[in-house]
């Protein structure tokens, strides 16, 4: 398993030091992770020379993380060895008029490809990686589908992003970037592994209830019978000019699901008042307040349970909430955390959220650790 990084502003420079540090004999797949300050045509035409022949898979992101640190404007990306690993790839486009029979049908796709590949399936274990438009409102869905499908595999994902802009997020895959597209990966591997997520929030006893909301859109436009602004404001007691992206980024709110918490973040403030929500929110949820821990230390305490599991990880796959990156980058902690992910090899992407098993999350850090060889 190889991650790399390139600071490179050159994006043709920048392919080829990626290309450099993540290639080797048996390359089964390279994943990559890519700045919208980049020209994406010239990155997908570079990708395409000097990884010809290569399965190889993408997004557009806010932010990087690979062996540089956390950054953004980079490139980063991991690639899987075909000695340890069997991957396949495969994309639904339009997800606008997604149904789940089409997340199905990818899977079961995927599978029968996988299965003929994979000769010794005593000794491999699969899981699941997925990719995602994050402006295409159809994470849940997706997600949701692509689980039924796969069963007890477990999946786990990111939504592409835009640097905060919310304008255009892509997908690559097959040769192109793609928007409103989903790219999953399927992989077999001898070595052992554990996905993982954390959360530095807890929920608590000040609660709100909405009121008004629009599902599909993500938008909700009454708290408490209030102003969507005002009743969100009114929640952690302060004037609704208060709200923007770094209130919210220290600020979420939680539901409860089953018996965990999940945040429920905020993208942004309509003119009229109204709220838009990165996850699903409909009418009658019960929003709590929550509180904020230590995300540094959680992070550590995420990593040692990863560390008493599976040893020292011989690589992470990281996708880590576009508002965690930007309390990280807020409270000065760039280079605290991106040494952290180094220590642990991670190589991933700020998102505009998580998938985990099925369900579409929040202001997390959820991700992939596989074992080093010797461990298999």
């Not at 997004?59 to 956390?70: H, K, N, V």
């Not at 490809?113 to 010794?120: G, H, K, Q």
């Not at 999946?155 to 997020?169: E, I, K, M, Q």
């Not at 436009?221 to 980024?249: C, H, K, T």
């Amino acid at each position: 398993m190889r991650t790399g990084q390139s600071k490179a502003r050159d994006p043709v420079v920048a392919v080829r030091e990626l290309h450099g540090q993540l290639t080797g004999p048996e390359t089964e797949l390279v994943v990559f992770f890519c700045s919208v300050d980049y020209d994406l045509d010239v990155i997908a035409g570079e990708m395409n020379r000097v990884f010809a022949g290569m399965t190889v898979v993408g997004c557009t992101t806010a932010g990087e993380i690979g062996p540089l640190g956390y950054l953004e404007g980079s490139l980063s990306g991991f690639s899987l060895p075909s000695g340890s690993f069997t991957a396949v790839a495969g994309r639904v486009d339009d997800l606008r008029h997604f149904t789940p029979r089409q997340g199905e049908a990818l899977v079961h796709a995927l599978l029968g490809r996988l299965e003929a590949r994979v000769l010794d399936e005593a000794e491999r274990s699969t899981f699941a990686f997925l990719m995602i438009d994050g402006l295409s409102n159809r994470e849940e869905s997706v997600a949701r589908a692509f689980q039924h499908a796969l069963g007890r595999i477990p999946s786990v994902g990111g939504s592409a992003g835009d640097a905060g802009r919310f304008a255009h997020t892509h997908v690559f895959s097959e040769g192109s970037f793609h928007e409103d597209s989903a790219v999953l990966v399927l992989a077999a591997t001898s070595l052992p592994f554990i996905t993982f997520s954390t959360l530095h929030f807890a929920g608590t006893d000040r609660r709100a209830v909405v009121t008004e909301a629009d599902p599909e859109t993500r938008t909700v436009f009454e708290i408490d019978a209030l102003p969507a602004a005002e009743g969100y404001a009114r929640l952690f007691g302060v004037d609704p000019v208060e709200l923007g992206p770094s209130f919210f980024a220290a600020r979420p709110v939680v539901v409860r699901i089953g018996s965990g918490e999940y945040a429920r973040a905020v993208q942004n403030v309509g003119a009229d008042g109204s709220l838009t929500f990165f996850c699903a929110i409909e009418n009658g949820v019960v929003l709590r307040a929550a509180h904020r821990e230590d995300l540094v230390a959680d992070l550590k305490d995420a990593f040692e349970r990863v560390r008493h599991k599976l040893g020292q990880p011989g690589m992470v796959v990281a996708c880590d909430c576009i508002l965690r990156n930007l309390e990280i980058e807020q409270a000065g902690l760039k280079e605290q955390v991106g040494e952290v992910f180094r220590r642990h090899n991670a190589a991933g992407f700020a998102t505009y959220g998580e998938q985990l098993h099925g369900l579409h999350v929040n202001q997390t850090f959820t991700g992939i650790a596989f074992g080093r060889p010797e461990a298999g």
